[in-house]
């Protein structure tokens, strides 16, 4: 098998839920146990820190891998979804993992992941937990896929567990109601490991409280106890920051970090929280903080998340994929300098499209379009939806061929957003340099 070849093994050979949605979900971990078994448990090699939730756990978890090796840990972190390569998934110290030992894993595999009818989040958690054991990682970042407590991640006991926040998504899998998603989420807690919730809706508190008093958990809200308040200093387009209270204390003064978008301000406060537990059992210096969080994209990989890609016009990526995302995110676009706002959209066809439709500005112009994945809405269905509330605008087959579009009818001075969906996003940055 080639790289080539092993890829098509994992995304043709067996279904994945980014790509076929409900078909490839599994209701119990039994298959993530067997392999895990078959390779030796490997995920009792490392420390592990896990991180939940709705929205935000992908930049948690960025800023805390960044955060980690800038103390001086061997990193390992696992993430999804990908944007161009499967190996963003699986990162230690940032650097993907080698084309090579993918193929080596699933050769070497192959048979046990047939015989057991792996899925691919199976397979891709496996290689992810052996990878970190052969690399000999000090502690790796473990992000959850959809839900928490039948995620195939969730056979480790981390140091800390984390649950950003809760919102509507998923619901066909994981709750038609936030009191059900909570509940699957708070699945993570382990007895006796201390769970940091970053934000928390009022009705889904005490679905949090009851699950740490059954696990005699600690829980730290750090809504709570941290704050960010934006820094109204020139740090410069590529770089924002944060004035830090602490118990209503200054804690940390301008502390800056590469990721943009406002909603990172909700995120960071997460992440000194996670530290402040984590300091018991690993050497974290204020230093490390800033050192790291400055800057993320350079030592993570970090990619998708209110990207700035091109400066005139202003073009602007953002991977948020749910109401609860897109409402973080739009006020901050609507308020983006710039003459015309040109937004090139797509979505899946298992959202509550409507919630997310509502929070859309009418002034844009709109560019509507699909990933390349089977779970895309149609390009021509999504128009027609987003008409009912006076959203007006084109469609395309393609992002590319919508982005070509929204180029040619943009000026120096417009601001183009390309959104969501994280698979429009992805489409958009492969094609991006040919387009």
């Not at 092993?6 to 599994?26: E, N, V």
């Not at 919102?167 to 490991?193: F, N, Q, S, W």
């Not at 602490?246 to 970090?257: A, C, P, Q, V």
């Not at 800033?290 to 991977?319: A, H, Y």
Request: hydrophobic fraction near 40%.
């Amino acid at each position: 098998m080639n790289y080539s070849d092993t890829l098509d093994f994992l995304y043709s050979s067996l279904p994945m839920y980014q790509r076929i949605g409900k078909a490839a979900y599994k209701s119990d971990l039994e298959t993530t146990v067997i392999l895990d078994e078959h390779l030796g448990n490997p995920h009792r090699s490392f420390k592990t820190i896990h991180i939940a939730g709705t929205n935000g756990k992908g930049s948690v978890s960025h800023m805390l891998a960044a955060v980690l090796q800038s103390a001086g840990y061997k990193t390992g972190l696992y993430t999804s979804p990908h944007y161009i390569d499967f190996r963003e998934r699986i990162r230690v110290n940032g650097n993907m993992v080698d084309e090579q030992y993918v193929i080596d894993f699933i050769e070497g595999n192959k048979d046990i992941l047939i015989d057991i009818k792996a899925s691919f989040f199976e397979m891709t958690v496996a290689m992810a937990f052996k990878y970190f054991e052969d690399e000999d990682v000090d502690v790796a970042v473990i992000e959850t896929g959809m839900g928490g407590r039948l995620d195939s991640t969730n056979i480790i006991t981390p140091l800390v567990s984390v649950i950003t926040n809760i919102g509507l998504d998923h619901t066909k899998y994981l709750g038609e109601t936030v009191e059900e998603i909570a509940g699957e989420k708070a699945g993570i807690i382990k007895p006796g490991i201390p769970v940091v919730i970053g934000h928390a809706r009022t009705e889904v508190r005490e679905i949090f409280e009851g699950k740490t008093r059954e696990m005699r958990s600690e829980m730290y809200f750090a809504e709570e106890n941290y704050m960010a308040k934006s820094a109204s200093h020139d740090n410069g387009e590529n770089m924002q920051g944060f004035d830090i209270s602490r118990h209503g204390e200054i804690f940390m003064k301008e502390l800056l970090t590469d990721l943009l978008g406002d909603y990172q301000a909700f995120n960071i406060i997460t992440v000194l929280q996670l530290i402040e537990l984590l300091k018991s059992q690993l050497e974290i210096s204020k230093v490390a903080v800033r050192e790291g969080l400055m800057n993320v994209r350079g030592l993570t990989g970090f990619k998708g998340r209110w990207q700035i890609i091109r400066q005139s016009p202003m073009v602007i990526c953002d991977s948020g994929h749910n109401a609860d995302g897109l409402r973080m995110s739009i006020p901050q676009l609507i308020r983006m300098k710039g003459k015309i706002l040109h937004i090139i959209l797509g979505l899946v066809n298992d959202k509550d499209i409507g919630s997310i439709l509502s929070l859309l500005p009418v002034f844009a112009v709109y560019y509507f379009t699909r990933a390349d994945i089977p779970r895309a809405l149609n390009q021509d269905i999504l128009m027609a939806e987003a008409a009912k509330y006076s959203l007006k605008g084109n469609s395309y087959p393609s992002v590319i061929e919508a982005y070509k579009s929204a180029m040619d009818n943009a000026d120096e001075k417009d601001t183009i957003f390309v959104g969501g969906s994280s698979f429009v996003v992805a489409d958009f940055l492969k094609g991006y340099d040919i387009a």
